[in-house]
């Protein structure tokens, strides 16, 4: 298994740009999380899916939205880039019947 | 909401030296768990914790959770320049599928 992969590793925008943060896992995982940590501080949720078709927001889902088409795939989609949405951006999912995290290498994206 | 506090946010220690993070729940947990993130790299889950009491050993590094299962630790023994890194206490959400994450602990290892 590949486990957890995130496309692309590094990306920059300029303002008002929009990109999407690819994710994939091959462990047939219900769960999926996006989360976004910022230099020396800790993981803020974005948005979370439990399955296919099923969305919810997190801690700070304001400027991102995302998709489950299927249970493989969960891409987040960024509008009208900011400065404030530089980031090391993280993918991360959970087997069934367990909430441990399995997490992706990460985007690093940079807004200027 | 309930909140997750690990205490101290950055410890340097010589090689060899012991260190231990802290971590706090505002409410009880059901689990608590714990993840190594190495500079540069992703968050990698170490262990998780479920009874209260429980004490779990993997090498130098000890795990405990607390009798009320509001609280945490992590501790190494003799500390290495592998250990290098952020450590990470979460807890799930109430009734959700979702963890709560304290800040973490950075951890730098003098050679």
């Known amino acids: 298994n590949a486990g957890v992969t995130q496309t692309p590793k590094f990306r920059i925008l300029k303002i008002g740009q929009s990109m999407t943060l690819q994710c994939a896992q091959d462990?047939?995982?219900?769960?999926m999380y996006w989360y976004r940590q910022d230099p020396g501080m800790g993981l803020k949720l974005i948005y979370y899916?439990?399955?296919?078709?099923?969305?919810d927001k997190g801690e700070v889902p304001n400027g991102y939205n995302v998709s489950r088409s299927t249970t493989e795939d969960f891409p987040l989609r960024l509008e009208l880039a900011a400065p404030s949405q530089t980031s090391v951006y993280f993918c991360?999912?959970?087997?069934?019947?367990?909430?441990?995290?399995?997490f992706g290498p990460g985007t690093r994206l940079t807004v200027l | 909401g309930q909140q997750v506090m690990q205490i101290p946010q950055y410890q340097h220690v010589q090689e060899g030296e012991d260190f231990t993070t802290y971590c706090n729940s505002s409410?009880?947990?059901?689990?608590i768990q714990w993840y190594k993130q190495r500079p540069g790299g992703h968050p990698v889950f170490l262990i998780q914790?479920?009874?209260?009491?429980e004490v779990k050993k993997q090498k130098r590094l000890t795990f405990q959770f607390g009798e009320a299962k509001k609280n945490s630790s992590l501790h190494i023994t003799a500390t290495q320049t592998t250990d290098v890194g952020t450590y990470f206490c979460?807890?799930?959400?109430?009734?959700?599928?979702?963890?709560?994450f304290g800040k973490g602990t950075k951890l730098t290892v003098n050679p």
């Open positions: 409410t009880t947990l059901s689990n």
């Open positions: 991360a999912s959970s087997p069934p019947g367990t909430d441990t995290q399995y």
């Open positions: 462990m047939n995982h219900n769960y």
């Open positions: 914790l479920v009874k209260s009491g």
């Open positions: 979460a807890g799930p959400q109430g009734g959700s599928e979702k963890l709560v």
């Open positions: 899916s439990v399955g296919a078709g099923i969305t």
